[in-house]
Every structure is written in structure tokens, then in C-alpha cells.
């Protein structure tokens, strides 16, 4: 009974590629989280959706990023012409409803270097 | 909008000595709480959570904590603690009824020394 699986576990891009994140939920979830952490801060919440719905992105910055659930397959975190800022680990956590009583289950996290 | 403010970074204690951790929150609406730990390079796995009802909660590892509303309070606490409790310790919170959508503190580094 899988957890929550994010890969690459690591990400090395240099400044101007593109890096895409991904995050398989636990089976059954469809309430996917993505949360960025900076080093010596907690998480940050960027964007929630539920099965191909944008619920909320009111964390997500304005430009180069975006996210996307589809019906089939994994979430993925999408950053377009990366720089140095955007070095973090970025995490993914998934729900099996958007009730705020429900567990979210967190992957281990995708760690993103930017050189 | 709520906010967590977590006031120690870096908590040191010896092996089997008791620890605490302080959480305190702010928000215009009521909320539920929760306790996260993060071993090094590892994702966030939950501690426990206060959602209602008793303000004594127990979870995992031995570990409990108390909502203490009249403070805005959620500390974490352990009786003694063991080398293998060394981690990063994150108190969060969400509105009621709003999703589950989660506000994190900064974190505390609880380190156990020998």
C-alpha cells in the first residue's frame, strides 16, 4: 500500500531550464497539495487541486509555475525558466477529501537545485 | 488568514529528559491542529492533531500535546525522549470547514544528545 511517491527525489537544472516535479498520490486520493520549503523555513502551501481542477493556487507565484492533475496519471509541478530563488524541496501531499478534518499524507519531497 | 509562530529553532535536551515544544497560533476563525515531524531528507509523517473534544491529545512516539485555547496554545511534549526523536518538528494548522489547506510554523529543531 504505496504512501505518496514524488520523483525525482533530486533535481539538479541549470538557471532557464524547465523542471517538472512530479507526485503520484496514495491510491483512492484525489486531493493533491504541493508545498514549497526554503531552507531554515517551514512549508509554504502553493496550490491545491482535486482531479483536473485548480481549487486553489493562491501560494503559486504569479509567473512560471504552474500545476496540473490529470484524470490519469501523476500531479505535476511545472517551472518554467528556473533561477536560483526557486531552490527548495517541494513537497506533495495528498487527502482522500478536501474535509479539513482528513489526514494529508505527505511525499518525501523533491529537492531542487538551481546552478 | 492564520499564522503559526513556533518560538524555539533549535531545542537541545539529553537522552530520557523531558522536552516541550512551543506552538502558538493566530487566526480569526476557529481551527484544527496539528504536529508534524520530519526526519532528515524524509517527508513530513503526523504526530497528531487536535480536531475537538478532549484538549489533551496523545499520538505517536509517545508524544502529546494540549490545545489551550484562552493562550492560542498547542504545545508539544514528551515525558523522556530518545536519541531517535532527534528531528525537525512542525506545528500547523487549518481552518474548520476550509479545506485542508495547511499554515506551518517555521519549525524546531529538536536535537537529543547522550
Known amino acids: 500500500n504505496a504512501g505518496v511517491m514524488q520523483n525525482p527525489r533530486h533535481l539538479v537544472r541549470r538557471r532557464g531550464q524547465e523542471a517538472r ?3 503520484s498520490p496514495v491510491k483512492g486520493h484525489s486531493h493533491v497539495y504541493w508545498y514549497r520549503q526554503l531552507p531554515e523555513e517551514g512549508l509554504k502551501f502553493m496550490v491545491y487541486l ?4 485548480i481549487i ?3 501560494g503559486m507565484p504569479k ?3 504552474s500545476a496540473e492533475f490529470p484524470k490519469e496519471g501523476p500531479s505535476i509541478l511545472r517551472i518554467q525558466q528556473v533561477v536560483r530563488g526557486d531552490s527548495a524541496a517541494y513537497f506533495c501531499a495528498s487527502s482522500s477529501s478536501g474535509a479539513s478534518n482528513t489526514e494529508a499524507f505527505f511525499g518525501q519531497g523533491t529537492r531542487l537545485t538551481v546552478v | 488568514a492564520q499564522s503559526v509562530t513556533q518560538l524555539d529553532s533549535q531545542v537541545p535536551v ?3 529528559a523531558p522536552v516541550e515544544l512551543r506552538c502558538n497560533y493566530s487566526s ?5 491542529l496539528f504536529w508534524y515531524v520530519q526526519y532528515p531528507n524524509q517527508g513530513l509523517q503526523l504526530l497528531l492533531k487536535y480536531l475537538s473534544g478532549s484538549t489533551l491529545v496523545k499520538g505517536i512516539n509517545g508524544f502529546e500535546a494540549e ?3 484562552s493562550q492560542t496554545s498547542f504545545h508539544l511534549r514528551k515525558p523522556s525522549v530518545h536519541i531517535s526523536d532527534t528531528a525537525e518538528y512542525f506545528c500547523a494548522v487549518t481552518m474548520t470547514g476550509g479545506g485542508n489547506k495547511l499554515t506551518f510554523g517555521t519549525g524546531t529543531q529538536l536535537k537529543v544528545e547522550l
Open chain 1, 21 to 23: 516535479l512530479r507526485c
Open chain 1, 50 to 53: 482535486q482531479k483536473e481542477n
Open chain 1, 56 to 58: 486553489d493556487e493562491s
Open chain 1, 63 to 65: 509567473e512560471r509555475f
Open chain 2, 14 to 16: 539529553f537522552e530520557e
Open chain 2, 28 to 32: 480569526s476563525v476557529s481551527v484544527y
Open chain 2, 67 to 69: 490545545f489551550n485555547k
